[in-house]
């Protein structure tokens, strides 16, 4: 009994996708639900799990295909044996019939492992026996075979002939070209779209991180006990900036049409980053959020674009974004808006540095934030008072509990 292997269905908004890898090959066994092949839409990673328990067949769609909806990639024989059990079978059969060969227990296991048959292994010992270290020779000699041939295969697939190949593998100065992924050549689109579509600018202000500091280091402990969870700067972020938002709505609005959308919520996405690039999953009603349920979200989510699992749903929407280079040690920057949103929040490392205050010059931790924003719908006297907003909930986080 054959059972096909389909794309699943695609959100609305996605044409199509493209094959990133199969996780199998035809004659591998399968089991349900077991990830097959991951394919790439402009956004997200889809897996796509084997239908039902069996051997895969066939392959239809190799790496690289570009493919849609409900599409055919593959077959799944519920009834087929085992290619690696028929080897082992065979295998097993040879050495058990192999009675003039002497064969060592632990040799013999071991070819049993790596299906070799007698025949093919040189005896050291006593009359000819085959011990372990006759297989573990083989067995290396294979494994150093195949990753030579898979580099040269490698490099004269990048190459014009395989003499070119050989010149590289000697030492010479390499290029490598490899295809942009669906979602670096999307990342890209977006980017240049937000500057040719929007007024960007942007306005710096820079927070005194101390009271936030002192504040985190004072209650950390209890936190992480109480909530299972470490509490970060992130979350003191994403509260001041929600409510800096409520107080300047153009900056949670976006431009549809010749229309300005002022929405009544407050969906934050956070940029992190992924094996794949830069992707922004979104903190769904942020204001209703306490500190601990947005440290929780947050860690969620980059674990799951570090393990390539967000879904469509993980991404979709957002009002604004608040991007944190601090973390890869930027001092300063001017982020780019996520399109159709209409501002975005940089965070940058924290440093000692000198500062006056009450006429004194004291050394304080402290950060540089940029506020990109589109200028079409967001004057430069909100964008500046935004950002100040932020700094001072930030320097008095008492403020965020009283909403002044």
């Known amino acids: 009994m054959t059972t096909e292997i389909k794309v699943p269905v695609l959100p609305e908004s996605i044409a199509d996708a493209e094959v990133v890898g199969w996780h199998k090959q035809p004659g591998d066994r399968v089991k349900r639900d077991e990830n097959l092949v991951d394919i790439e839409t402009d956004k997200v990673v889809l897996e796509v799990p084997a239908p039902c328990d069996g051997v895969l067949t066939e392959i239809t769609e190799q790496a690289g295909a570009t493919v849609i909806a409900e599409q055919l990639l593959g077959a799944i024989d519920e009834t087929a044996v085992l290619a690696d059990e028929k080897n082992t079978a065979a295998a097993t059969e040879v050495i058990a019939m192999s009675q003039e060969i002497a064969i060592n227990p632990a040799a013999k296991k071991l070819m049993l492992e790596h299906n070799i048959t007698p025949d093919e292994v040189s005896g050291s010992g006593k009359g000819g026996r085959i011990l372990k270290e006759d297989v ?3 067995v290396k000699s294979r494994e150093a075979n195949n990753a030579v041939a898979e580099k040269l295969a490698a490099l004269v697939a990048g190459t014009e002939s395989a003499a070119e190949a050989e010149q590289l593998e000697a030492g010479e100065r390499t290029e490598k070209r ?10 890209a689109e977006r980017l240049i779209e937000a500057q040719q579509n929007a007024a960007i600018l942007t306005t710096f202000n820079e ?9 985190r280091s004072r209650y950390k402990d209890k936190f992480e006990k109480e909530y299972g969870v470490r509490l970060g700067f992130m979350s003191f972020f994403v509260k001041a900036t929600v409510e800096a938002l409520k107080r300047f ?3 949670n609005a976006s431009i549809d049409g010749n229309d300005i959308v002022y929405h009544g919520y407050f969906d934050i996405g956070v ?5 794949r690039g830069l992707v922004v999953p979104v903190l769904r009603n942020a204001d209703q959020l306490d500190l601990a ?11 799951k674009a570090q393990d390539n ?3 469509i749903d993980d991404m979709s929407g957002g009002t604004f974004t608040i991007s944190n280079g601090g973390v890869f040690g930027s001092l300063l920057s001017t982020p780019i808006l996520n399109p159709p949103q209409s ?18 010059v004291v050394i304080r931790p402290m950060m540089y934030l940029a506020h990109s924003y589109d200028h079409r719908i967001i004057d430069g006297k909100e964008a500046v008072q935004f950002l100040l907003t932020i700094k001072e909930l930030l320097e008095d986080p008492a403020r965020m509990l009283i909403g002044v």
Request: charged share 20%; net charge positive.
């Open 249 to 251: 709505p153009s900056v």
């Open 309 to 311: 699992a967000l879904s």
């Open 293 to 303: 349920q947005i440290e929780k979200t947050i860690r969620d989510l980059g674990q």
């Open 271 to 275: 940029a992190v980053s992924s094996p």
């Open 207 to 215: 927070v005194n991180m101390q009271p936030v500091m002192d504040l």
């Open 136 to 138: 573990m020779q083989l």
């Open 343 to 360: 501002g975005i929040l940089g965070m940058h490392a924290i440093q000692q540095r000198p500062v006056a205050e009450n006429d004194q």
């Open 178 to 187: 490899v295809p942009m992924t669906r979602l670096r050549a999307r990342i």
